[in-house]
């Protein structure tokens, strides 16, 4: 079965410093990886995704993330906050064989950006 | 395009109520999918559908039905709303190996 564990339910960084939200992941097969954002009163929107290839993915906004697969892990950073970049983060896992198209999503991570 | 709509944005139900929630997508997406989210619990997956004419159980489908009759709509019902069923309700659409994309929630107070 696959999870997805986001570590921190809230972050708390200053603007300009540096975003690293966590994910740590568990699949049987190889994953397909995707982080989303979602804005106050809003859907979820994709920032990056992972499914083959380059293990270093950018994503919108400046947001990028690596996949390590001997670290079951794919963290998403940003080198210099910004206040627009408060908002709720979810990490999300597929599998790679999969005929549904069916994500497990991590319970969300918080990221408050403070001036 | 419109990409993903969901109606309505906002509802208020006694318990026992029904009532049906409506997904539609403009982007000729083959899966559909109906989420819940919960403070704390991420989103989690109620029924999903791969085709028209197809539906399927995911994590939490308990208290709810699906409809997939065309393949840009799929309608999810509760037949005899409960508070436990309170909840943002996320409708999503994508190829089948594609990211989803979301439509902008359903607010649903059962009270």
């Known amino acids: 079965a696959q999870s997805v564990t986001q570590l921190g339910s809230h972050v708390s960084v200053s603007e300009g410093a540096l975003v690293l939200l966590r994910c740590n992941y568990s699949s049987s097969v190889p994953p397909y990886l995707f982080w989303y954002v979602q804005y106050p009163n809003q859907g979820l929107q994709l920032l990056l995704k992972y499914t083959t290839g380059a293990t270093l993915v950018k994503g919108i906004n400046g947001f990028e993330a690596e996949f390590k697969k001997s670290e079951t ?5 940003k080198p210099s906050a910004h206040m627009s970049d408060a908002a709720e983060y979810f990490c999300a896992v597929s599998r790679s064989s999969s005929n549904t198209g ?3 999503f991590g319970q969300g991570t918080t990221l408050q950006v403070k001036p | 395009n419109a990409g993903v709509t969901q109606t309505p944005k906002f509802r208020v139900l006694k318990t026992g109520q029904s009532m049906t929630l409506l997904c539609a997508q403009d982007m000729n997406h083959e899966y559909m999918y109906w989420y819940r989210q919960d403070p704390g619990m991420g989103l989690r997956l109620i029924h999903y559908s791969v085709g028209e004419g197809t539906t399927a159980k995911g994590e939490v489908p308990d208290g709810y039905n699906v409809s997939r009759l065309k393949k840009q709509n799929f309608l999810l ?10 909840s943002v309700y996320f409708c999503a659409s994508s190829y089948q190996l594609g990211e989803q994309y979301f439509g902008p929630g359903t ?3 059962v009270t």
């Open chain 1, 73 to 77: 892990s794919f963290h998403l950073t």
């Open chain 1, 102 to 104: 069916k994500l497990i």
């Open chain 2, 77 to 86: 019902g509760l037949e005899s709303a409960a508070p436990s069923q309170t």
């Open chain 2, 107 to 109: 607010r649903l107070t």
